[in-house]
């Protein structure tokens, strides 16, 4: 009877119906490139579609599939924007397509005697080692395969009767940063013309004015759309002047506000989107929860705080390096820095704790050679679905510690896993069928295959078998069932979910019906991990699924600059532009500078680890030592300026707000040091982290304003936010000598926001100084 209620809540409360409220999710704008089909999947939108009907429109096939409820199209060309009508339900939904451009490219391998199978994989297909294969159709012996690309920096190489290899007519490649390397296609050079931006430039009580700012002096709107959720509004909702857009806002009703139009040449201007909640666009001082508005802090418990030496329960065996066993850090530790305020004094207003679930007393030989030992002190081994691992405390330790950070307005959300277990945990014990297979059908051993084709099969390592969802449902339910237990019994505020893309899709609209269903007046946040391509990482994130999941597309990209000695921004803007298009202009992404899966900034800043180094091997063999260069910290404090200045949520990686040095894993999950264990230059960093962390959370063009890239040359970036009435300039210089920054725009000396005080600049130049490895961020 339990699960007959469930169903039917389910479907009152997600299912599709053309009353007056819609209960269709708002559709994001459709990324399509030119030649490549791309697959909607409309459950994730409405998961109950009784007709669903289409307009044909020009410059887009499409074709809608009635059983799997799916929407598939395929873009010619010939037009950059197209608005597609369709109707589900009886409700009309008008759905944003944006055509971007794609490079056709030959790929081409001469074969050696012995080559007959030879494929091409990379980030475009996610690294399938079967799905592009090359041919040689005229005999020659140069196989040939033609593929649509993204006109950006591609890295890629080739599969040779199985074996992984290089382009050996391409002499530009660059460490996989896991003991290879791949092969560098640039196609940057075929890059389109972008058209202008539309800015937000008043807020009063009735309109909203947005400004037109062209991308030269003979462009001007040809066509423009406005849309209110996942419709056009009426056109007497508002008007265009010139170069100004007026919406009277108060007759939309909260939803999400979208304009993008088509310029007098056929380029596409950057979208706008703006929150409108309770009547008036989002701002942190009338919603200060709203999790546009958060820093997250990503610790790791063992790691943290021992504040509790009674639960410390050490491995004791032979060969086992000490990073790799437990620590001691414990809730009790956490709760005690949550008493002493550490994390509002950082700025943080949300705590992301890792997995909590009982680990296995021993240790385990890692199957990758060197097979080394390691505890499962990090979490992420459960051998119990709801029991809490007492070296990390207990039950009452954990709901004292949400409700005390709850008291300080700060939320927490739990590391959940959900594709794997430890092999003495019950739910292997007692049912084997749920879990997949550790060989492939060839015999092959089935051990962190991170390839397309065994991505939902692979396991990570022998002793952590992953579940096989699709031939298991009951598996599913189970799982899904143990983390609203979680959500429930100890009131967290949503998960960091691991390993995303291991996980089938079906699980986690399950997991997310559940959570919508059983918690509908609260916003619970679910942010994933996914290494992939943008359209693999994107297509977890949508109503039915995550929120969010990080936002990796700039972070490896933008590190390298961050770190480097000799900083060169210019390759960068392109980059940031293009994410905004891919991952939209306001999103809840997550903004990092290191993790636990990756290399610790500051060893990359001080030149001691190189991303070509085996960070693994480091960490056991040569260690970073202690930071040698103070430029290394303020690097540091550049990379997150510039991540507080992006779309999404930036995070805190525990340590990164001192520097913490390490290496790769477990080199970077060295523990935490507070008070007297700090260094003078430590304690400077931290006192510029946690500056930059309030300003996000108190200047809503940070987080939420229309980004303008002013310069980016050379070691200087700088950025401009804009949200109506707010303006912030974001400037960094990441080079060794100081530099001028051209201010001609400003009329008055402004408010410099790191200093709380009047920004000087020469007045008779109009710029102002920037010292090296420093930023700046002036409030209009």
């Known amino acids: 009877m339990r699960k007959i209620l469930i169903i039917a809540l389910l479907i009152c409360f997600f299912s599709c119906t053309s009353n007056n409220q819609s209960n269709i999710a708002n559709f994001s704008t459709i990324n399509l490139q030119v030649g490549i089909e791309k697959i909607i999947d409309l459950a994730k939108y409405c998961t109950t579609i009784d007709d669903f009907s289409f307009e044909n429109v020009s410059g887009v096939l499409v074709k809608y599939d009635e059983t799997s409820k799916t929407l598939t199209l395929l873009a010619d060309g010939s037009k950059p924007l197209v608005i597609l009508p369709v109707t589900i339900n009886k409700e009309s939904v008008d759905l944003i397509l944006r055509i971007n451009p794609m490079v056709k490219h030959k790929f081409k391998y001469n074969v050696g005697k ?31 395969r033609y593929v649509y690309l993204k006109p950006q920096r591609h890295e ?28 560098i296609l640039d196609l940057s050079d075929y890059k389109t013309e972008k058209g202008g931006k539309i800015i937000k430039e008043k807020w009063n009580q009735k309109f909203l004015t947005f400004k037109y700012n062209p991308i030269d002096n003979n462009s001007a ?183 005390l950070a709850h008291s300080q307005n700060i939320k927490v959300i739990l590391d959940f896993v959900s594709n794997h277990v430890h092999e003495k945990h019950p739910y292997f014990k007692d049912h084997r069928e749920w879990f997949g297979s550790i060989e492939l059908p060839n015999g092959e051993i089935n051990i962190r295959n991170w390839s397309e084709e065994t991505r939902l099969t692979t396991w990570f390592d022998e002793f952590i078998p992953s579940f096989n969802y699709p031939e298991a449902p009951q598996a599913i339910d189970q799982v899904v069932d143990d983390a609203i237990w979680w959500l429930k019994e100890f009131k967290f505020d949503g998960f960091r979910q691991d390993a995303v893309k291991h996980v089938p899709h079906i699980f986690w609209k399950k997991l ?106 480091r960490t056991f063999e040569n260690p970073p030592k202690s930071v040698q260069n103070v430029s290394s910290y303020s690097k540091l404090a550049n990379f997150h300026a510039f991540n507080i200045s992006m779309p999404g949520i930036p995070v805190v990686y525990y340590g990164e707000e001192i520097g913490l040095m390490g290496s790769g894993d477990p080199g970077n999950r060295r523990p935490m040091r507070f008070g007297e264990n700090v260094t003078a230059n430590e304690a400077e960093l931290l006192k510029q982290i946690s500056q930059l962390n309030k300003l996000r959370r108190e200047f809503p063009a940070l987080a939420l304003g229309d980004l303008e890239i002013l310069k980016a040359d050379g070691p200087m970036l700088t950025i401009s936010k804009t949200y109506f009435n707010e303006k912030i300039l974001v400037m960094i210089n990441n080079g060794a ?22 920004a000087k600049f020469d007045q008779n130049k109009q710029v102002i100084n920037l010292a090296s490895y420093s930023h700046k961020i002036i409030k209009f």
Request: glycine residues 8%.
């Open 512 to 617: 997310t019906a559940r959570i919508k269903s059983e918690f509908p007046d609260r916003k619970l946040y679910q942010i994933g991990e996914t290494f992939g391509s943008d359209e693999l990482i994107l297509d977890y994130v949508n109503p039915g699924e995550l929120d969010a999941q990080f936002n990796f597309a700039i972070y490896f990209n933008s590190r390298e600059h961050f770190s480097a000695n000799k900083t060169d921004f210019s390759e960068l803007a392109g980059i940031i532009e293009t994410n905004l298009v891919n991952y939209q202009p306001v999103n809840l992404m997550g903004n990092i500078t290191s993790s636990h899966d990756q290399f610790r900034f500051i060893g990359l800043a001080d030149g001691q680890v190189s991303l070509s180094d085996d960070g693994t091997e």
């Open 114 to 144: 012995t080559d007959t199978n030879i494929v091409v994989m990379g980030q475009f297909n996610d690294w399938s080692r079967t799905a592009l294969p090359l041919q040689d159709d005229d005999g020659d012996g140069i196989y040939e």
């Open 221 to 403: 709107i040809k066509e423009l759309f406005v849309m209110h959720n996942n419709s056009k509004i009426d056109n007497n909702l508002f008007k265009k002047d010139s170069n100004f857009i007026k919406i009277d806002y108060t007759k939309l009703g909260d939803g999400t506000l979208r304009i993008v139009g088509i310029d007098n040449k056929n380029r596409i201007n950057a979208e706008n989107i703006t929150i409108i909640k309770d009547g008036n666009p989002l701002h942190p001082k009338h919603h200060p929860n709203d999790w546009h508005f958060a820093v997250l802090y990503n610790l790791m418990v063992d790691r943290f705080w021992d504040g509790d030496n009674s639960n410390t329960v050490k491995v004791n065996t032979s060969d086992l390096h000490y990073l790799a066993n437990f620590h001691g850090g414990d809730l009790a530790g956490i709760i005690q820095k949550l008493e002493e305020g550490y994390f509002a004094k950082l700025g943080t207003n949300s705590i992301w704790l890792s997995p909590l679930n009982t680990q296995p007393d021993s240790a385990y030989i890692e199957w990758i050679p060197p097979n080394r030992k390691f505890t499962g002190y990090h979490g992420y081994w459960p051998i119990a679905a709801r029991k809490i691992d007492s070296r990390y405390g207990t039950s009452a330790e954990l709901k004292h510690l949400v409700n």
């Open 737 to 758: 000598i100081a530099q001028e920054i051209d201010l001609k725009f400003m009329k008055t000396n402004e408010f410099d926001l790191l200093t709380s005080g009047m």
């Open 156 to 183: 890629y190489k080739f599969v040779v009767n199985g074996k992984e290899k290089i382009d050996p007519n391409n002499p530009i490649f660059v460490s996989n940063n896991i003991g290879g390397w791949n092969s």
